[in-house]
């Protein structure tokens, strides 16, 4: 009894929690984004659906449920079906190592202790960056099966801008695992309930990580890949429909796994903000409030930036970012020695 | 093993940003561009062949529909061309506020073109800002005109209708709030990083080339050459106000967006000047109901938003309406500039350099 308990319907329980709360929080953040987006930019944002146009995202879901289905004549029509499955799968499968918060019995419901992540791999972290890159290949098939141009350059720039980011992106986050001496979500995590929350002595760290995440997701400032003025609508412009949706979830769904990261990395996962411990407030809220912060950072960078070109994507990768993460590791690596 | 080819890219007629139905056939190395053939044409309604069997007032509304965005430059330009050749003198009422309202349009139009050009190179907020104020300035043309986009103002010998009671608040409202309103984009892109990285050194155009090309308006005065019609050959009220024409060395994107900038500026002193010192007195001299001119041709030209708005026109001194109207169209101008300044650049650059050229066109296609 006990072994089905902590072997199977726990861990079936655990994923199904998880990927219902993420997909709904895509809904949440389509809508989010779009209200926070519009209050910037003195306008109201949706307002029909619903009371606030709180039913915005469920009507766009609805349409583009009920949209047709149109494939390029001259396709690769297994490709084309393949990539937004690829796209999206990754993402989803990071959520398997985020950590929402400490171990818990669930106000008493289970027996024993259970961990608030679906599994706490002890190399958490390096399993996140493998499958996220596994991500980009839905990106270039979908833009290469189209059999258009716009896509095609869409895909280029993207898995071009990817590659080079995610460089950047892991040489800043090898910075808070020196000094947390562990890959493991969890580890990380605890090694800053002892000391300060890693966004103060990797400050720069956190910095290029911002920055890169931003550009591994696609969005503004660097979403070339998908630029609307230049390149139409960019790797996805020939698709519709839920394959169309799937995208735009994966989009969604990156997001929130990098402000998972960030937040579980850089600020302290689901510690209390230092000094406010007295509130009792749960593990999960001050997880899910720190994440929201990281994830509003994201709307405001849209609001407020041009778009990067190209090359100076490229340039500002290779030639600053990649740089200054590599100093902060040398600067971390003598003082943790 | 490994072969690399040039690909043919067809931009537009419909693409986010071409600006209406331009087309562009790009020849990318990678995305380097090293050929670009503008596509016009798809906008053609034939304006000039259907003002020949039109009235001159009836002309008038065809003027509307070339930029669309300005109507009142065009609307302007054309009456004076009439009045040209028709030797008539019209009242200084009528020529302050065709000079506030010329001007107005310009702040419209400029606020349209910054809006774009910053949508285009991805500053989406600047759009919504830039769009706020120019509702406000639509609504003045309402009030004055009834039409906002198509004004069809003003007439031979004068204005049609007196200047409307509440216009004058409207106006001072406008003048308190929108120094502030200019600062607020200022913020957001001039000392901007990512924008001065996307418009420095981008679609560059020498002095000498740009008038080799014919360019005009804020793209001539963006490489450091100082003509404005409105200085050289003054018209209505512009030789006895005071403002400065604005120019740029650059020779680039951003040299042109500061011009065009300080061009709103200096509207906006327009403006209240041409407010204030609005003289008491008739709208419009007596002119017939139906307008003959005689025999003669006549070329007549207006600093437009977009440049040096020129109109020729024939008159055989029997019918009612033009012999032959030509229009010498800054946008259609402009638009032999973007070869020149495109090529070598990347495809996010082309979109930028469109925005620059701020072509409209309605006027380009006529």
Redesign the interface.
């Known amino acids: 009894m006990d072994f089905t308990m902590i072997n199977i319907v726990i861990p079936t329980v655990k994923i199904l929690i998880v990927f219902t709360v993420v997909l709904l929080s895509v809904l949440v953040m389509t809508y989010a984004e779009r209200k926070v987006?519009a209050f910037?930019?003195?306008?109201l944002g949706p307002m029909r659906v619903g009371p606030w146009g709180l039913l915005q995202p469920i009507a766009d879901a609805l349409k583009l449920f009920s949209k047709e289905d149109i494939i390029p004549t001259m396709a690769d029509k297994w490709v084309y079906y393949l990539a937004p499955t690829l796209a999206i799968v990754p993402a989803l499968l990071t959520f398997l190592v985020v950590p929402f918060g400490d171990q818990t019995t669930f106000f008493g419901l289970l027996k024993h202790p259970t961990s608030m992540a679906i599994s706490d791999l002890n190399i958490g972290l390096l399993y996140i960056l493998a499958i996220s890159s596994v991500g980009i290949y839905g990106i270039l098939l979908g833009g290469w099966s189209s059999n258009s141009?716009?896509p095609l350059?869409g895909a280029l720039?993207s898995a071009a801008q990817i590659v080079s980011y995610e460089v950047p992106l892991t040489l800043a986050i090898i910075g808070p695992i020196l000094m947390a001496n562990t890959l493991s979500m969890k580890g990380i995590v605890e090694a800053q309930s002892k000391g300060m929350w890693f966004v103060i002595p990797q400050f720069f760290a956190f910095l290029i990580y911002t920055a890169c995440a931003v550009a591994e997701t696609n969005r503004?400032?660097y979403?070339?890949p998908e630029?609307?003025?230049?390149?139409?609508a960019g790797f996805h412009t020939e698709y519709s429909g839920m394959k169309f949706a799937f995208f735009y979830l994966a989009e969604y769904a990156n997001m929130i796994v990098v402000s998972a990261i960030a937040t579980v990395v850089f600020l302290g996962g689901w510690l209390p903000v230092p000094g406010l411990a007295f509130l009792h407030i749960p593990a999960i809220i001050w997880f899910a409030l720190k994440m929201g912060f990281f994830l509003f950072i994201f709307l405001w960078l849209?609001?407020?930036?041009?778009?990067?070109?190209?090359?100076?994507l490229m340039a500002i990768g290779w030639k600053f970012f990649i740089p200054v993460a590599l100093i902060n590791i040398f600067v971390t690596a003598l003082l943790v020695l | 093993m490994f072969k690399s080819e040039i690909i043919e890219l067809n931009m537009g007629p419909q693409h986010p940003s071409t600006h209406g139905v331009l087309r562009l056939k790009l020849k990318l190395d990678g995305e380097t561009i090293v050929g670009l053939e503008p596509e016009i044409g798809y906008l053609h309604r034939g304006v000039e062949k259907l003002a020949e069997s039109f009235t001159y007032l009836q002309a008038l509304n065809l003027t509307d529909r070339l930029d669309y965005v300005a109507s009142i430059s065009n609307n302007l330009g054309y009456i004076e061309t009439l009045e040209k050749l028709g030797g008539i003198e019209v009242p200084r009422k009528a020529k302050y506020f065709r000079t506030l309202m010329t001007e107005l349009g310009r702040l419209s139009s400029h606020l349209l073109w910054l809006a774009t050009h910053a949508l285009d190179i991805g500053a989406m907020t600047v759009f919504l800002y830039a769009f706020r104020e120019r509702e406000f300035i639509l609504d003045m043309f309402e009030m004055v005109t009834g039409g906002r986009l198509l004004t069809t103002a003003f007439r031979y010998g004068g204005l049609k209708d007196d200047i409307p009671k509440e216009l004058e608040q409207k106006i001072r409202d406008f003048i308190k709030i929108f120094p502030g309103r200019l600062a607020d984009y200022e913020a957001l892109l001039t000392k901007n990083r990512i924008w001065m990285k996307r418009t420095k050194q981008v679609g560059v155009i020498s002095a000498e080339d740009a008038i080799n090309l014919g360019l005009s308006g804020p793209v001539l005065r963006g490489s450091g050459v100082r003509f404005d019609v409105r200085k050289a050959e003054p018209y209505e009220a512009y030789g006895e106000l005071d403002w400065e024409m604005a120019v740029e060395d650059g020779c680039d994107t951003y040299a042109r967006y500061l011009v065009r900038l300080e061009e709103m500026r200096q509207s906006l002193r327009i403006v209240e000047q041409a407010l204030d010192g609005m003289p008491e007195g008739e709208f419009r001299t007596k002119a017939p109901k139906v307008l003959k001119l005689p025999k003669g041709e006549v070329y007549h030209c207006i600093e437009a938003p977009k440049g040096e708005l020129g109109y020729y026109l024939i008159s055989d001194g029997k019918g009612t309406g033009p012999y032959r109207l030509k229009v010498r169209g800054p946008s259609f101008v402009n638009l032999q500039g973007l070869k020149p300044m495109a090529v070598g650049h990347m495809v996010a650059d082309v979109v930028a350099i469109i925005g620059t050229l701020d072509v409209v066109l309605g006027e380009v296609d006529r």
């Open positions: 987006i910037m930019q003195v306008r141009k716009y350059l720039r503004a400032p979403d070339l630029a609307e003025q230049e390149l139409v849209r609001a407020t930036y041009p778009r990067y070109r190209y090359d100076q």
